[in-house]
């Protein structure tokens, strides 16, 4: 069963903005951390961001950091968001939403490293053209 859904992907030009959206029927808040990862072809997943839903902290490797923004609906409790502002070239791919339910100390630094995150959902595909 499959409790992680990622929408929102498309095709923006670059220099454009993009917002994909992860609905996850656990609710959010029985989560440790929730993240956003990219995917090319041929390559591992990567992290673009990781949010803690109960502290609202969050993280960003450098590559994106300022230009992505990870948030979640305080109303509904089961949907996160990335906000992507200012998308390049090197940013197109599949992006996967995924979550580490158990609230233990990560095995894997950084935090976004997606060896830490056992619960994934299919992945929506972004595009950005020049």
């Known amino acids: 069963q499959v409790h992680l859904v990622a929408s929102g992907g498309g095709s923006v030009e670059v220099g454009g903005s993009l917002r994909l959206s992860c609905v996850d029927s656990?609710?959010?808040?029985?989560?440790?951390?929730m993240g956003w990862f990219r995917q090319t072809q041929g390559q591992t997943r990567a992290g673009v961001g990781v949010?803690?839903?109960?502290?609202?902290?969050?993280?960003y490797p450098a590559s994106v950091k300022g230009r992505f923004t990870i948030s979640h609906d305080n109303a509904s409790n089961t949907t996160m968001y990335l906000h992507m502002t200012s998308l390049t070239s090197e940013n197109p791919g599949v992006y996967y939403c995924?979550?580490?339910?158990?609230?233990?100390?990560?095995?894997?630094?950084?935090?976004?490293?997606?060896?830490?995150?056992?619960?994934w959902g299919q992945g929506t595909q972004v595009t950005v053209s020049s």
């Open positions: 949010l803690s839903p109960k502290s609202y902290s969050t993280w």
């Open positions: 995924a979550a580490k339910r158990t609230f233990t100390e990560i095995e894997h630094s950084p935090v976004w490293d997606p060896r830490n995150y056992k619960s």
């Open positions: 656990s609710t959010i808040f029985s989560t440790d951390l």
